[in-house]
């Protein structure tokens, strides 16, 4: 008996020591950011990056070379509603970003805000604006990498992710409230040195935020007002209203899925539940050391994520929504499809 409880303690404590971070290993700080009057080579997207619900893989590589630009577009968020977006990438919200522990990140973003100006009448709300972008995942000083870039500056800097996690970027740009109900928004995966503990059939990446929106002419433009009061007109999961229960994410009945949830607000919490299975398998903030079991949903506040996983038990039709269901019913609701 002595034998099995000092097995037990040893197990335990190994197991404790393996979810403590290496702070020997850490890079804290880099060298300081550059900013260039001149744009980028290109406008296209490079790196670990897809769009969500797709989830990018790690590049084996020390350093990464990530580039994703800043533009202003319409974007349409349903059938009936387009609003002037700005955006990361191209894309509301931005595009997934997926790297692993120690892996350092070679960042450049130009703001072609002024670009994408061309036959956009000023009533649109397209005017140039200056930008900025803030990498929850990284460890820097704000006030030079996440510094505001102008029209048609380029921003370059380094950062080393340390931490496993699901992470948040945005715009820091006062008023930051405003940048990110214009769309602003991100998710950066960083996966442990090994990759993420067990096996999965299936990935897809889910990015919950807000959109606050008053109508001007044929189109709408973000109402700060709203924002500030905290009542949004829609919420969505990555960017559409609804988008999953027109085109569900399919699957196959017991398959183990993995979901990388983001709630990007910027305001009100979420609630993520899936009806109709347990979510068996929940990392807070995509942590493995933060592991809680058997979970019929997952809180998440304002730029908290999660790592989430679970089987769907048979075949038929899996509604996922937030269950505050005031949510649900402005858009943050989808399924999967299980065959």
Not at 85 to 94: D, K, N, T
Not at 239 to 261: D, H, M, N, T
Request: net charge neutral; hydrophobic share 40%.
């Amino acid at each position: 008996m002595r034998n099995e409880i000092l097995g037990a303690l040893f197990l335990f404590a190994g197991c404790t020591q393996n979810n403590k971070p290496d702070n020997s290993k850490m890079v804290y700080g880099s060298p300081k950011a550059t900013v260039s009057s001149q744009a980028n080579g290109d406008t296209a997207n490079m790196g670990p990056l897809a769009f969500a619900p797709e989830v990018p893989k790690t590049q084996d590589a020390d350093t990464v070379d990530v580039k994703f630009d800043v533009t202003h577009h319409l974007f349409q968020i349903s059938k009936t509603v387009s609003y002037t977006a700005w955006m990361f990438g191209h894309s509301v919200p931005g595009p997934i970003l997926k790297l692993r522990v120690g892996q350092t990140v070679r960042f450049s973003m130009t703001n072609r805000s002024n670009d994408t100006m061309t036959n956009m009448p000023l009533s649109m709300n397209m005017m140039p604006m200056p930008h900025s972008i803030d990498f929850h995942a990284a460890m820097v000083n704000p006030a030079d990498k996440y510094r505001t870039v102008e029209p048609g500056e380029t921003i370059h800097f380094t950062w080393t992710a340390n931490y496993p996690g699901v992470f948040m970027y945005h715009c820091g740009t006062p008023m930051v409230l405003m940048h990110m109900i214009y769309g602003m928004i991100g998710m950066a995966i960083v996966e442990p040195k090994n990759g993420y503990p067990g096996k999965v059939d299936h990935e897809f990446a889910l990015v919950q935020n807000e959109y606050y929106l008053k109508k001007q002419g044929e189109i709408y433009i973000p109402d700060t007002s709203s924002a500030r009061i905290k009542q949004p007109s829609f919420v969505t999961f990555n960017g559409k209203v609804g988008q999953y229960i027109l085109k569900p994410l399919k699957v196959k009945a017991g398959e183990r899925i993995r979901l990388y949830v983001l709630n990007a607000g910027p305001n009100n919490a979420t609630n993520f539940h899936v009806i109709g299975t347990i979510l068996d398998r929940v990392w807070l903030d995509g942590n493995p050391g933060n592991e809680l079991v058997g979970m019929q949903s997952v809180y998440l506040g304002p730029a908290s994520g999660a790592i989430i996983e679970f089987v769907l038990p048979e075949k038929g039709r899996y509604t996922f929504v937030d269950h505050s269901f005031a949510d649900a019913e402005m858009g943050a609701i989808g399924s999967f499809d299980a065959q």
